[in-house]
């Protein structure tokens, strides 16, 4: 048998042996590229032109699927989907080298593979194939012309056509690529966006009336969609019930984290009054969903009207406990929600907001907002702005905070979200 011909190098240019027929087919297909982006429509002229160009009986246009490493004929006339190894044949050796292959005699080529004609019950006699290449001149796929007509062979001027036509091909495919990127692109922002309106939905529009308390929240996500979370509602038994959660990272998949979260807190609070066994509960649950690495701060509390706090924090703090004339700092009592490794025996005892007093819940993303220099806003300026705002309503502590933390990072936008609640009760007036 003899060995393959060597590959043959594309001419420069045109040979002046194209005929004007064939030059119509040329500029017909080029005028196509500049008028649709329907890639089937182009790429089904293309491959007409290289049988009428070319005067071969079939012609073939394969995609490289890069996650099965196979070539995929896109359009194969006269034929039904082929699907090769992306090395085998010869649209694999022109694929893999990234050259024109001329196959005289197919059957005497040791690099054809003659499975495809045994499924269709086609012969291929012989064949050209170029590979389409994208802008800067990676392999997209391959275009095939097999059987010329029958006394002739495919010559330069083939070749050149052909290329040709895998160069528009390429540019069509490519282009195609970058539309359907763009495309992605922007149902994901629209995606984003829904979701971030339904972030913002679960967000209260105000505080429940509970009779001695007067309560305010904030938050502002990082990116379109943030890992924090915060709610206040009144419970079955009067009280204030207060969360505040931190998915860890932020972004969509947190975002949907930290609802998950919420949803349960809300429903489980409507039976367990507790949050201890309410949080583990809910750890036993992220526990089982969450991947690897990932987990969840939250603080969780019970406030009736007369002060009393029934607490538990997975993981998240420093709180802040004002009274008159004393500040605490609470700190969380278990490892973040989905960590957990035993479960909890006992909860830290009940506290009592006296008249006058407030509970102060950030997140994360405010004690650790840095400025230009990399410094930490830290816990000592969260305490210096509830001290410049003594015996005042909760919306005029979030709004002296949010105020500190945005001189201090230099930007309203934060590195990390960030979220607040203030709760207060009513000093006692006199009259």
């Known amino acids: 048998m003899d060995s393959p011909p060597a590959v043959q190098p594309f001419p420069a240019a045109l040979p002046s042996a194209v005929t004007r027929e064939q030059m119509r087919h040329v500029l017909d297909v080029s005028r196509m590229l500049t008028i649709t982006t329907d890639l089937d429509l182009l790429l089904r002229r293309i491959a007409e032109s290289t049988c009428a160009m070319l005067a071969c009986e079939r012609a073939s246009i394969f995609l490289h699927d890069d996650a099965r490493g196979e070539l995929w004929s896109k359009i194969a006339l006269l034929s039904h989907e082929i699907r090769i190894p992306a090395t085998r044949g ?13 196959c005289p005699d197919a059957y005497a080529d040791p690099r054809f593979d003659p499975h495809p004609d045994g499924v269709s019950g086609f012969r291929t006699r ?9 802008w800067e001149s990676r392999p997209l796929g391959v275009i ?38 763009a495309l992605q692109n922007s149902n994901l922002l629209h995606e984003m966006e829904l979701a971030r309106r339904v972030q913002d939905a679960m967000i209260p529009k105000r505080p429940p009336v509970i009779p001695g308390l007067l ?40 975002a949907l984290v930290v609802a998950q979260v919420r949803a349960l807190v809300r429903t489980l609070s ?18 089982a969903d969450l991947e690897p690495g990932r987990f969840v701060t939250a603080f969780l509390g019970f406030i009736s009207g007369d002060g009393e706090l029934h607490w538990c924090s997975g993981g998240h703090g420093p709180m802040f406990l004002c009274q008159p004339g004393e500040l605490t700092v609470l700190n969380p009592t278990l490892p973040p929600l989905g960590v957990i490794d035993d479960p909890p025996h006992e909860g830290p005892p009940p506290l009592r907001l006296e008249p006058g007093g407030s509970l102060i819940i950030p997140s994360d993303g405010i004690t ?43 930007k309203d936008e934060p590195a990390d979200d960030q979220t607040l609640v203030v709760v207060r009760r009513h000093a006692p007036s006199f009259s």
């Not at 010869?90 to 001329?102: D, E, L, P, R």
């Not at 012989?126 to 994208?134: F, K």
């Not at 409507?270 to 526990?287: F, Q, S, Y």
């Open 126 to 134: 012989d064949l050209l194939a170029a590979p389409m290449v994208d």
């Open 215 to 254: 309560a305010a929240g904030w938050t502002r996500a990082a990116s379109i969609n943030g890992g924090d979370c915060y709610d206040l509602w009144r419970c079955a038994d009067g009280r204030l019930g207060v969360l505040v959660a931190d998915a860890s990272g932020h972004g969509i998949a947190p």
């Open 144 to 181: 095939q012309a097999l059987n010329k007509s029958p006394g002739t062979a495919f010559g330069e001027t083939d070749a050149a056509l052909l290329r040709l036509l895998a160069d528009q091909a390429g540019v069509a495919i490519q282009r195609w690529h970058l539309q359907q990127t």
């Open 270 to 287: 409507e039976t367990e009054p507790d949050p201890l066994p309410l949080l583990w509960r809910v750890h036993e649950r992220l526990a």
């Open 90 to 102: 010869i649209a694999g050796h022109a694929f893999t080298n990234n050259q024109i292959i001329h």
């Open 368 to 410: 650790e907002a840095f400025n230009p220099n990399g410094d930490l806003f830290g816990n000592d300026r969260v305490i210096a702005a509830l001290q410049s705002q003594p015996g005042r309503d909760p919306d005029t502590v979030v709004a002296a905070i949010r105020a500190a933390v945005t001189q201090w990072q230099g």
